[in-house]
Structure formats: structure tokens, C-alpha cells
């Protein structure tokens, strides 16, 4: 059974398929010539999270494709009520065929993919993001004309985003730069997992302008993500006030040390001259990326948005064996 729990499931072939059936899909989708590919073939999309793009990329994808989709936010169905993952796995199994889950832990991702007998796809954990990475690659791609010869910087925080691209770099030999600050570096098992000679090509390091120097893209992130320090706002007895105060407290002090990580037109003279800028979304402008940078003309913010749509069809076809 064929999932996406990380990018290590695709491999460097399989990444490549796949952005190439994007790049095909977009075009299809621009010329407005109807891909029908998935009659009748259904996704359900299970949230713990909430979402724009995973969302609405996932559920334009399918109806696009031919298919459908239904929304599964987890509040409404029996997970939340302690219904084991395993038992869900194997009943929407008998159900549909695909499920896409967008939830905390990489754990979940990996138990449902284990006990069901359907493709399973990792919409985002706190661990991993490898749909959004594959439309990064994708953007890069489709602006420069390759992915090799590049540098790639991320700068910010050593999230799931920066995880999956340490997994992309890795399976495909990048070039790429990590700056992120003392106590927020990637999981350390991520970087174990690369293995040493790729590791050769991937640099970590606490300077922002040393990171992006000649490079040729630069990536970051919100600085406090959903679930980080504060996950949910569960209750917790009276002491609900004093949580709060000390979640607030902890995240401004994540913020004070991410401000010299602030993308800006000062941080982009240090790069390449024809560097383009991207953003996962949704952004705190003022925070890690300036208005006018995300504005500017070096922005593929939202021409990268537009590739979640058709790398996530891409995806769901490989996962079904329709590429």
C-alpha cells in the first residue's frame, strides 16, 4: 500500500513523477481542459487543524479530478470521543479511497497509514509538512527551470516545514541552508535520518545573512506555529488565567529570539540577484516576512499557494496508480 507519511515514502523518483504530473495538471487546469480522471473515486479529509489551502487544494483537487470529498473535522466524528485510530483507519477503509489527515501528532499519521488498506496521506503533523514542500519544489522548479545548481535557504524556526525540507534536500542532493536560533534547530532525529553525506550538502547554522548568501531561494515560517508551546486551549481546572499568562509569556519570548530572522529587504541584498522569496501562509506580516517583501517583486508567495492545488492531485494519483 502506497502512502505519504514523508517524503521518504516518494523518493527521489517519486518526487520528481509527481511534480511533473503537476506541472501538467497546472497546465491542463489553465487551457480549462477537463481532467476527469477520479469518477466516483471519494477522499475523506480528517482535521484536528483548521486550514485554508490543505483544505480547499484537497477538496478542489478531487471535484476537479472527478472525484469528492468530505470534510472530517475531528470534533464531529468518534475520534473525539476516543475512538482508536486503528478503528477509524480500518472503517473508513471500507468506506472510501483515500484519507488525507491534517492532525498534532506524526504518530497518528503513521498508525492510521499502518492499519488501513487505503492510501493515506500526511496533510501536516507537528513533525512533518511534505505537501507543502512538494509544492515549494514544484515553485522553485517551475521559476529557475531546475532544482539542482541552486541554493535554498530556510530561515526561521526548525519546524515541520524545515524537517521536510531537510527530507527533500536529503532524497535529492540540495543544496540548503538552515538558520534557525539556538533551541529551535530541525528534530534531531530528522537530521540523523539524512545520514552523513547528505548532510554535507545541508548546512545548520545560527546566522540568517550567512544562510541565504548567493542563494537562489528563501523560505520561511510563522514563528509560533498552531500547537506550538500552547497546544489547544484545553482546560485545565481554575488555573486557566495563569495558563494563559504563562503561554503568552513563552511565546513572546519566541518571538524576541526569532526578530533577527525577520525576512526583509535587508536580509535579500545579502542573496542572489534574481532571489525569490516563499511562505507557506498564512503569514503575520511585520513578524518573520516584511509587508513590502512579501509584496515585492522577488514574492512567489502565492503562485506557490496555487501549486498546493495541483501538487495535491498529483499526489492523490500516485497514491490511486492513475499517473
Known sequence: MKHLRTLYDLGGTGILSILDMADSLKKKHGANEEHLLLKGKILGMIFDKPSTRTRVSFEAGICQ????????????????????????AR????????????????????????????????????LFHPCQVLADLMTIREHFGALHNLGIAWVGDGNNMANSWINAAAILGL???????????????????????????????????????????????????????????????????????REDNAEEKKKSAFRPYQVNQALLNKAGNNVIVLHCLPAHRGEEITDNVIEGQCSMVFEQAENRLHVQKAIILKLLDRA
Open 175 to 245: 543544496e540548503f541552508n538552515i538558520a534557525c536560533p539556538e533551541g529551535f534547530m530541525p528534530d534531531p532525529k530528522v537530521i540523523e535520518t539524512a545520514g552523513a553525506s547528505a548532510m554535507e550538502n545541508i548546512r545548520i547554522m545560527n546566522d540568517p545573512y550567512e544562510a541565504v548568501k548567493g542563494v537562489s531561494a528563501i523560505n520561511t515560517d510563522v514563528w509560533v506555529s498552531m500547537g506550538d508551546n500552547i497546544r489547544g486551549n484545553n482546560i485545565r481546572g481554575n488555573n486557566i488565567r495563569e495558563d494563559n499568562i
Open 65 to 88: 479530478l472527478g472525484g469528492h470529498a468530505i470534510y472530517l473535522p475531528s470534533s464531529q466524528t468518534q475520534i473525539s470521543r476516543k475512538e482508536p485510530v486503528k478503528d477509524t
Open 91 to 126: 472503517v473508513l477503509s471500507r468506506y472510501i479511497d483515500l484519507i488525507m489527515i491534517r492532525t498534532f501528532a506524526q504518530d497518528i499519521v503513521d498508525e492510521m497509514a499502518l492499519h488501513s488498506t487505503i492510501p493515506v496521506i500526511n496533510g501536516l503533523t507537528d
